[in-house]
């Protein structure tokens, strides 16, 4: 294999060089002093000779090699360099004189690398291949970055992966440092505090690529996406400069820890409430046509598989009544999505899953929320309810109150919601980003919040004596103003009562935290056996599923779906 090596070598030298006139040996620069320590070289467009080892190969996907050379003993210099145009086989650890021109190469967004054109290369005597530098802490900024360029370094901590976004696509993971990474105003206070707590966040985190940009490319991480939450250990890539943030190119297949899939939350209480988003379930017009919809499936295929998925879910959460989101607002006919989610779900769950009716409002939304139930279980009594006014006519989707009783047991009463959403797209004035954490339409989620309280305390009970639970996707997470007001006005929060320690239901640009609540009135509070969430959807990742695949709740939703287990039955 040696000899193989030195033989491609010595013939690649012959390539690079046959139309050289003899002449004597050049002056070899450092490689440091080729990259400086500034962002880009202080010797751009100058023809260079430097020595290193080859430490990386992605001709394929980049059309680069990476060089590292002797270290210089200057910290804000790197020791490597990225280069481009090698015409011939070149293969890791083999050590090497390279003749080319210094350039700076955009790689996206305001991003650059120095790369060495190269116009001539010949064999040295081998060389071990140099020992990735371990760095304990994500490099502190972009000077930091830089006099890492281009060089081998492994993190000696294990790395949480938490967002695989854009694996599918482009080959991307984002890790982090010191486990997970909580969204801030989950846990502290909008405004300074989750100011704060967001740079730390930033300050964890790494992307790591597959050093390959084609779009076409099948590699390990588009095709074997993890779980968030999963760990890498040992992890050693090549520091690059790209689409306008610094990364990692992996030059060998992770290897990954993979976080366990849990199984759905056990049964404690005689009746199982539980909040589930459908990700926008849209039918078409019922008949197998109207596709691609306004938000949801582009093909009946597609509607048929996500429908198929959303009722395996449904199916194992094994509760008495759901609340849901991001329903099509298409009426309650045997054309519209609640009707054939229904049809679906009776026929391998149960068969006895009814709806309540959702009331005229003047709501003009593209989604709604929807309350099913399963009529062995429990009756609805009275008629349903909603509350259209302020927000509720334009922003956050009407609720939809139903009393149930369970045998028995006591009146109790289920309201779904769902908030207006954080994007920014005509959002002015108190509902524009605070910059707090916050985001937008927050004054809006915090005026429904509000009426949504009003409403219930004059329709049930002023004292919240009545047993109430209001639950859904309120957009805000749980130390935001909408949630907070809410517990501080007599509502409690299902999963603190129940000592669930760090609840999420979402994972947003790399961070987890809960948009989804359950919250309970006094009267429900006592009566409350246990909460969860089922991380099936938000966890897994966001890649195409084939049509054809099995079908499964993971990945049913982008949302977590929550259950609360209640003592709601006479003894």
Known sequence: ?????????????????????????????????VQGS?????????????????????????????LQGTADDDAATSDALFLSGVGGPLLVGD??????????????KGASITVLEVTGLSALAPTPLPSAQALANVPVDAAAWESLEAMRVRFVQDLAIVDTHNAARF??????????????????????????????????????????????????????IPRTGSLMKGVTGIVDERFGGYRLQLAQAPVVEAAKR????????????????LENLFNGDGQGGGFPTERGAKTQAAYLHQRAKLVAALAALDADVVALMELENDGAGPLSSEAQLLLALNAIHGGDWRAISMPTNASTDAIRVGLIYRASKVKPVGASATFDQGPFAGLSRPPLLQAFRAGRGPLFNVVANHFKSKGCRDAKGGDADQRDGQ???????????????GWLRQRIDAKLDAPIVILGDLNAYAMEDPPRWLRENGWRDAFAEAGIQHPYSYVYDGQIGRLDHALLS?????????????HINADEPDAPEGLDAPVTPLRSSDHDPLVVDLRLQER
Do not use: Y
Not at 39 to 58: K, Q
Not at 439 to 453: F, G, H, I, Q, V
Not at 522 to 534: F, G, H, I, N, Q
């Open 439 to 453: 985001s937008c339409w927050n004054a809006s989620r915090l005026t429904s919040a509000k009426l949504l309280d």
């Open 38 to 66: 500034g962002m880009t070289s202080p010797m751009l467009g100058r023809e260079v000779t430097v020595d290193g080892i080859v430490t990386a190969n992605f001709a394929a996907g980049l059309g680069l090699w990476t």
């Open 95 to 108: 050590h090497v004189r390279v003749q080319g021109r210094v350039a700076e190469r955009d790689t996206g």
């Open 1 to 33: 294999m040696q000899r193989h090596r030195q033989l491609s070598l010595l013939a690649l030298s012959f390539t690079l060089a046959a139309c050289a006139s003899i002449a004597p040996p050049p002056e070899v620069t450092p490689i440091g002093a």
């Open 522 to 534: 006094p009267a429900m509070a006592v009566r409350l056996a246990s909460a969860a969430e089922w």
């Open 262 to 277: 849990p199984t759905a939350p056990m049964r404690k209480g005689d009746v199982r409430i539980a909040a589930m988003n």
């Open 171 to 224: 080959g991307e993971w984002q890790v982090a440092l010191e486990g997970r990474v909580w969204t801030p105003t989950e846990v502290v206070l909008p405004g300074d505090a989750a100011n704060a707590l967001g740079r730390q966040n930033r300050a964890r985190v790494v992307a790591l690529d597959d050093g390959d940009a084609r779009s076409s490319a099948d590699t390990v991480m588009r095709r074997d």
